[in-house]
């Protein structure tokens, strides 16, 4: 049994910032890689940042990037994500999952990883 955890979220003005976390336990590959994605109300959920089990790799969405930075500290099996220079699009439902790195950063291929947290909602708002 695999088990995601998010926290952090929050209401922020704009340019505000916010660091999410995702913590994991239970029987988790500790090779797979952990990626962040939101969902906006009405809207697809889309992908937002992807770190492989090691920490070499990352990968953004173009409208994050230099914004967001993901990171990981597998002593703590948690998975971070710090959001700086927010803005009102940004807002939306913050969820964290685990898979291999294709299916993570993949256009679509979300709908196939097994494992998600419930979620943390991020309001940017003035």
């Known amino acids: 049994q695999v088990q995601l955890a998010e926290s952090g979220g929050g209401l922020v003005q704009p340019g505000g910032s916010l660091r999410l976390s995702c913590a994991a336990s239970?029987?988790?590959?500790?090779?797979?890689?952990m990626g962040w994605f939101r969902q906006a109300p009405g809207k697809e959920r889309e992908f937002v940042a992807a770190?492989?089990?090691?920490?070499?790799?990352?990968d953004y969405a173009d409208s994050v990037k230099g914004r967001f930075t993901i990171s990981r500290d597998n002593a703590k099996n948690t998975v971070y994500l710090q959001m700086n220079n927010l803005k009102p699009e940004d807002t939306a439902v913050y969820s964290c999952?685990?898979?291999?790195?294709?299916?993570?950063?993949?256009?679509?291929?979300?709908?196939?990883?097994?494992?998600w947290g419930q979620g943390t909602l991020v309001t940017v708002s003035s």
């Open positions: 239970g029987s988790i590959d500790p090779y797979y890689t």
């Open positions: 770190i492989s089990w090691s920490g070499g790799s990352t």
């Open positions: 999952s685990a898979g291999p790195w294709h299916l993570v950063v993949t256009p679509g291929y979300y709908r196939h990883l097994e494992h």
